[in-house]
């Protein structure tokens, strides 16, 4: 039956002689749906389809013309051949490479997004992914009220339906500043309008049901971004701006339990941090800090190398006072993405992230109110960095795919894009 679907389907496209241009950018629509819904398709699956379909759409050389003249996707692309290079003086090659294939994804989907997005599938593309959002937002709801249980994912005290609540805060973040652009700086209907705002409004107080502290405090820096790009440095924005979110924090601490809990809970852990206690959540990062700086002493030019900052960290745990807390003795990361850099790569591999994010802030755009947009997106993304690695997750992801999809899109909007010359299959 399998067989005869597949055969049938290969038929299909043979017949009709699609080209793989077209086939990419109808999966390119399906990766933006499944970006919110599936970690393992956005960071592990997924790239490499797109690759082996990028390749087969050919036009290499154009491409490759087009990525060099983006100077975010150079910076990108000698991040991660840094990374690659400290495998060199990594022993732990096995780690290192399941840590790459993150890094990888990044640029592939970047690139793709990037060089084959082509106009007409555009609209489609970020439909996708906010339609996405909105089923994850319904069912998120959905768990907060006791309605139903996803599978084992989600309690009513923490209602994310397919992501760690971190992350989830994250595209939440990121889905509202969209939801924005949408509404502000995109002609669409005025039916869609209202439910974008509808959307808008259920999206900013999803966020706050929810326990994900950095997508909540990322989302603070990202709206005082916003008003002083879009504004300017005027007083009374920014005056505004501060008196709106400290409204929206209010009302979030009187009428959500979880955000109350999570506000008290971080009080909780800066009170016992002062007292020398690191047993806890905030503790534990300061901890991973204290245990990582003989080792960034030790190689502080080029770092461990990819695969051994466990190895590292575990090895100078056991020599200093800090063992005493157990939970340090498994941890999956350092919850810091500009320290996991540093130790993997040194202050050069730091160096060149620090390059890479800057220039995020610094391309020039036409558009005064999508460079607004894409700044508060690029905070938000950036917070997250110092509370998780988020390029090895797919918040990486979600980066790699705002970066390609609006570079094109902002190169089509000056109308100095050259198409790719399709191929069929």
Do not use: C
């Given at each position: 039956m399998?067989?005869?679907i597949?055969?049938?389907?290969w038929?299909?496209?043979?017949t009709?002689?699609?080209?793989?241009?077209?086939?990419?950018n109808?999966?390119l629509?399906?990766?933006?749906?499944?970006?919110?819904?599936?970690?393992a398709?956005?960071?592990?699956?997924?790239?490499y389809?797109?690759?082996?379909?990028w390749?087969?759409?050919?036009?290499?050389?154009?491409?490759?013309?087009?990525?060099?003249?983006?100077?975010t996707?150079?910076?990108?692309?000698i991040?991660?051949?840094f990374?690659l290079?400290?495998l060199?003086?990594?022993e732990?090659?096995?780690?290192?490479?399941?840590?790459?294939?993150?890094y990888?994804?990044i640029?592939?989907?970047?690139?793709?997004?990037?060089?084959?997005?082509?106009?007409?599938?555009?609209?489609?593309?970020?439909?996708?992914?906010?339609?996405?959002m909105?089923?994850s937002e319904?069912?998120?709801?959905?768990?907060?009220?006791?309605?139903w249980q996803i599978?084992?994912?989600?309690?009513?005290?923490n209602?994310?339906?397919?992501?760690h609540?971190i992350?989830y805060?994250?595209?939440?973040?990121?889905?509202i500043?969209?939801?924005?652009?949408?509404?502000?700086?995109?002609?669409?209907s005025?039916t869609m309008?209202?439910?974008?705002i509808?959307?808008l409004?259920?999206?900013?107080?999803?966020?706050?049901?929810?326990g994900?502290?950095?997508?909540q405090?990322g989302?603070?820096?990202?709206?005082?971004?916003?008003?002083?790009i879009?504004?300017g440095?005027?007083i009374?924005y920014?005056?505004?701006t501060v008196?709106?979110?400290?409204?929206?924090?209010?009302a979030?601490?009187?009428?959500s339990?979880?955000f109350q809990?999570?506000?008290?809970?971080?009080?909780?852990?800066?009170e016992?941090?002062?007292?020398g206690?690191l047993?806890?959540?905030?503790?534990l990062?300061?901890?991973?800090?204290?245990?990582s700086?003989?080792?960034?002493?030790e190689?502080?030019?080029i770092?461990?190398?990819?695969g051994d900052?466990?190895?590292?960290?575990?090895d100078?745990?056991?020599?200093?006072?800090l063992?005493?807390?157990g939970?340090?003795?498994?941890?999956?990361?350092?919850?810091?993405?500009?320290?996991q850099?540093?130790l993997?790569?040194?202050?050069?591999?730091?160096?060149?992230?620090?390059?890479?994010?800057?220039?995020?802030?610094?391309?020039?755009y036409d558009?005064?109110?999508?460079?607004?947009?894409?700044?508060?997106?690029?905070?938000?993304?950036?917070?997250?960095?110092?509370?998780?690695v988020?390029m090895?997750?797919?918040?990486?992801?979600?980066?790699?795919?705002?970066i390609g999809f609006?570079w094109?899109?902002?190169?089509?909007?000056?109308?100095?894009?050259a198409?790719?010359?399709?191929?069929?299959?």
């Amino acid at each position: 039956m399998d067989g005869s679907i597949f055969d049938k389907t290969w038929h299909y496209l043979k017949t009709k002689h699609l080209p793989y241009s077209t086939i990419l950018n109808i999966l390119l629509v399906i990766y933006a749906a499944l970006l919110p819904i599936s970690g393992a398709f956005s960071t592990h699956t997924g790239p490499y389809i797109l690759l082996i379909l990028w390749l087969l759409e050919g036009d290499l050389p154009a491409k490759i013309q087009r990525i060099k003249s983006e100077k975010t996707f150079v910076l990108l692309t000698i991040l991660f051949l840094f990374y690659l290079l400290s495998l060199a003086w990594t022993e732990d090659i096995s780690r290192g490479l399941h840590s790459l294939k993150y890094y990888f994804s990044i640029v592939i989907v970047a690139f793709v997004y990037l060089t084959s997005a082509q106009k007409k599938f555009m609209m489609y593309i970020m439909g996708a992914f906010l339609f996405s959002m909105f089923v994850s937002e319904v069912l998120s709801y959905g768990i907060f009220l006791e309605w139903w249980q996803i599978g084992s994912r989600g309690t009513p005290d923490n209602p994310t339906p397919f992501m760690h609540h971190i992350k989830y805060s994250i595209f939440l973040g990121t889905t509202i500043f969209l939801l924005l652009w949408q509404i502000l700086g995109t002609n669409i209907s005025r039916t869609m309008k209202f439910f974008e705002i509808l959307f808008l409004i259920s999206a900013t107080i999803n966020i706050f049901i929810n326990g994900g502290r950095t997508g909540q405090l990322g989302l603070i820096f990202a709206f005082i971004v916003f008003s002083y790009i879009y504004f300017g440095a005027k007083i009374r924005y920014l005056i505004g701006t501060v008196l709106l979110l400290g409204v929206l924090f209010t009302a979030a601490y009187q009428f959500s339990p979880i955000f109350q809990n999570r506000v008290h809970a971080g009080i909780s852990d800066i009170e016992k941090m002062a007292e020398g206690n690191l047993g806890s959540s905030w503790g534990l990062r300061v901890a991973m800090k204290l245990n990582s700086i003989p080792i960034l002493k030790e190689h502080p030019l080029i770092g461990v190398g990819v695969g051994d900052v466990w190895k590292e960290f575990y090895d100078q745990l056991e020599k200093s006072e800090l063992k005493k807390y157990g939970y340090l003795h498994d941890i999956p990361h350092v919850h810091d993405q500009f320290l996991q850099t540093t130790l993997q790569t040194g202050i050069i591999g730091l160096g060149i992230l620090l390059m890479f994010l800057y220039s995020l802030y610094t391309k020039n755009y036409d558009d005064l109110l999508l460079k607004s947009i894409l700044s508060a997106i690029f905070t938000i993304i950036v917070f997250s960095f110092f509370t998780e690695v988020s390029m090895r997750n797919n918040t990486s992801a979600l980066l790699a795919f705002i970066i390609g999809f609006f570079w094109n899109y902002s190169t089509m909007k000056r109308g100095n894009i050259a198409p790719t010359t399709p191929k069929k299959i």
